[in-house]
């Protein structure tokens, strides 16, 4: 059925390109802009990953030996009777820890000492009667390992600190005393303001999640409030950390232990990363940091209007390319419908090769199609050669030779096959019913044979010689001849052809031959020749001598591998001394049975 209308190629190829052009460019900017997005939160999400373990890391580096260093007192002191004598032990222990802004031996009556470093004096003093004494003594005691402790304010220095201590034993295992060190808040602050100077973001370590323990706004603290609220610091922004507008699950998804969390500040985005540590005290330590995303800023908007000049640009581009490829390619499809409709007309003498292409596809049809010229062609020429040569397997497998039929001499295998008692069926039949007959049944055998591979060279009254790997090369040609003739005698048991059972007999050898055509100059017949025919012949008359209707010769048993012979008797081929043996199959069900698969 033609249509009414039909759309040029070349518009299909212009718009048609233009269109997905156009798509392609949208999705692309649209891609291109959340995969951007994407990565630069990906990055912020690295960055301030990287930044918190670097401040955790830091936090350890600093306070981690001062835990080392009082274990390793708590070992070496177990005498607290002459404090004064420690004070070269201590000043030694200072020098490794320069971190620490104090230490003090307490013992269990309340008195002690305690060394400074940066006035570099030792202090004896008595807590006894502090309100606070027994409470931290039953605390220390009772915990009976070394321990951080809640932020303190320490008036003898005026600053905000970190506590550590670790009971004292004496040898005997009894309690005897406290050692204790500090690290001041302003110390910690002070590392991270110096570590993170103009990268952008704003480290922070707050405390039981609503004090400040580090920022790099802290100077001081009080005597009555050791640490700043989030309300007291006056970050505006850290202020508002545990009331964030969205969770930033985009980022909190590639990280293991880190939480996200972000505001809008104007026209920012804050992104908050920050993960807990439960190692330095009673309540847990939260140390993050927050960074202006600007994911909402004018640089942003200019990128974006950028990218969408460039993505006009190059549609454009895409546009004046599709008119210039659509005449490229509606050139040669125009070049193969005119050749096409010549051809149509029946004149191939008239059909010039097509031109190659650089387009693929298009070179490729251009190819196709002066493939099919060439192969209507040599039909022509099979026509006119089948008239001299009867199997048109011959005739195509060899007209690449111009026409001309070479001599082959080459291993085969032959199949010969007889219909029993032949000449009485003629007799009863007559000989129109039996020519009926016999295309009936040469109609069913060429079929099976030629699947198998095989070629019918000669029809000899109700006989049929087939060649295996001659003229079309098999190199299991043995074998699919022997499962030709059990196809061929299970189908001539199971029907009937014209309404007549027929029984037949076949012979197979394999062995040298000589395939050629012979006759006259205006008639020729491709056959084959030699001992190995005359010897599939002799077979396929042994099996009257032998009841059977299938005789191999020990030739072609030899390749068979896939059907259970039996050996039943032996031969001598003509022009040979030697006898040969002959196999059959185990019964006359000529079934296949299999060793392995065929």
């Not at 600093?62 to 607290?80: F, H, M, S, Y």
Request: net charge negative.
């Amino acid at each position: 059925m033609t249509a009414g209308y039909r759309i040029p190629i070349t518009a299909i190829t212009v718009f048609g390109a233009s269109i997905l052009l156009a798509l392609s460019v949208g999705i692309v900017l649209y891609l291109g802009f959340s995969q951007a997005a994407e990565s630069t939160r990906q990055l912020w999400a690295d960055q301030g990953k990287t930044l918190i373990d670097t401040m955790e890391q830091t936090l350890d580096q600093r306070l981690k030996p001062i835990a080392e260093q009082a274990r390793w007192v708590a070992r070496d002191v177990k005498d607290l009777q002459d404090l004064s004598s420690f004070d070269d032990y201590i000043y030694g222990s200072l020098a490794a820890t320069p971190q620490v802004a104090g230490v003090a031996l307490i013992l269990v009556n309340g008195k002690g000492r305690r060394w400074h470093r940066e006035e570099r004096v030792a202090i004896t003093g008595d807590w006894s009667q502090k309100p606070w004494f027994q409470d931290y003594l039953d605390q220390v005691k009772a915990a009976g390992s070394a321990a951080w402790r809640e932020p303190i304010f320490t008036d003898t220095i005026d600053s905000s600190t970190l506590l550590h201590d670790i009971p004292l034993y004496n040898i005997d295992g009894e309690f005897i005393g406290i050692f204790a060190q500090i690290v001041t808040v302003q110390e910690l602050s002070a590392i991270l303001a110096r570590d993170h100077t103009d990268t952008g973001v704003t480290p922070f370590v707050l405390y039981n999640r609503d004090y400040v323990l580090a920022h790099p706004s802290i100077i001081s603290g009080s005597e009555q409030q050791p640490l700043p609220q989030l309300e007291e610091l006056g970050d505006l922004i850290l202020k508002r950390i545990w009331s964030p507008d969205e969770e930033a699950s985009f980022i909190s998804a590639a990280l293991e232990d880190t939480e996200a969390s972000g505001i809008f500040w104007g026209d920012a985005f804050i992104l908050y990363l920050y993960r807990d540590i439960k190692r330095y005290g009673p309540a847990p330590w939260t140390i993050g940091v927050y960074l202006n995303t600007s994911l909402r800023s004018g640089d942003q908007r200019t990128n974006i209007l950028r990218s969408l000049v460039a993505g006009l640009a190059v549609l454009l581009l895409g546009i004046i390319a599709s008119v210039i490829v659509g005449h490229q390619v509606s050139r040669p499809v125009k070049e193969i419908v005119n050749a096409a409709n010549t051809v149509d007309a029946g004149s191939l003498d008239d059909v010039e090769p097509l031109e190659g292409s650089r387009i693929r596809e298009l070179d490729d049809a251009s190819r196709a199609f002066n493939n099919m010229v060439k192969g209507l062609r040599e039909r022509q020429v099979i026509r006119d050669t089948l008239g001299r040569f009867v199997p048109e397997k011959v005739a195509s497998s060899l007209l690449a030779g111009g026409g001309a039929i070479p001599v082959q001499q080459t291993e085969a295998t032959i199949l010969f096959c007889d219909i029993e008692s032949f000449t009485r069926l003629t007799e009863v039949l007559g000989p129109v019913k039996i020519v009926d007959v016999l295309n009936a049944y040469f109609s069913a055998m060429v079929e099976i044979l030629e699947q198998k591979g095989g070629v019918v060279t000669q029809f000899q009254g109700d006989a049929i010689l087939a060649t295996f790997n001659v003229p079309i090369a098999d190199d299991n040609h043995a074998r699919n001849a022997v499962h030709a003739a059990l196809e061929m005698l299970n189908t001539v048991a199971t029907n009937e052809y014209e309404g007549e059972k027929l029984n037949i007999r076949i012979g197979i050898n394999t062995g040298k031959v000589v395939a050629g055509a012979i006759g006259a100059k205006g008639r020729l017949n491709y056959t084959v020749h030699g001992d190995a025919v005359n010897l599939a012949a002799r077979l396929e008359a042994l099996n009257k001598e032998y009841g059977t209707r299938l005789m191999i010769s020990e030739s072609s048993a030899a390749s068979i591998d896939d059907v259970e012979l039996s050996r039943i008797g032996e031969a001598t081929a003509r022009g040979q001394t030697q006898s040969i043996d002959l196999y059959t199959i185990d019964s006359d069900t000529t079934k296949i049975k299999s060793r392995s698969q065929p």
